[in-house]
């Protein structure tokens, strides 16, 4: 069974740090680009960070300089390390992994993790 769990939110006060975490079991992560999501209440769904199968990152503007994302092919895991966190980050942060196979998209999910960034 193919998992994807998020771990590493929380509250933290604006200009602090968080990492989050992507699990995978069931699925080997560094065949998959990865990439992280965040949705704020009444706001669309937006692509905060990705990684592909090759290790290139990207980010949205937003979070530039301040988010890295990061692999860790032993452990199955990829990372989004956030620093000088700003009240505007608050958001449910999903991490999506997927790839391609004989030209079929194969996606997954998890379930989310919830970060707050008071001000």
């Known amino acids: 069974q193919v998992q994807l769990v998020e771990s590493g939110g929380g509250l933290e006060q604006a200009g602090g740090s968080l990492r989050l975490s992507c699990a995978a079991s069931?699925?080997?992560?560094?065949?998959?680009?990865v990439d992280w999501y965040r949705q704020a209440p009444g706001k669309q769904r937006e692509l905060v960070a990705g990684?592909?199968?090759?290790?290139?990152?990207d980010y949205t503007d937003s979070v530039k300089g301040r988010f890295t994302i990061s692999r860790d092919n032993a452990g199955n895991t990829v990372y989004l390390e956030m620093k000088n966190l700003k009240p505007e980050d608050t958001a449910v942060y999903s991490c999506?992994?997927?790839?391609?196979?004989?030209?079929?998209?194969?996606?997954?999910w998890g379930q989310g993790t919830q970060v707050t960034v008071s001000s």
């Open positions: 990684i592909n199968s090759g290790g290139t990152t």
């Open positions: 069931g699925l080997t992560i560094r065949l998959f680009a």
């Open positions: 999506h992994a997927g790839r391609q196979v004989f030209g079929k998209n194969i996606e997954y």
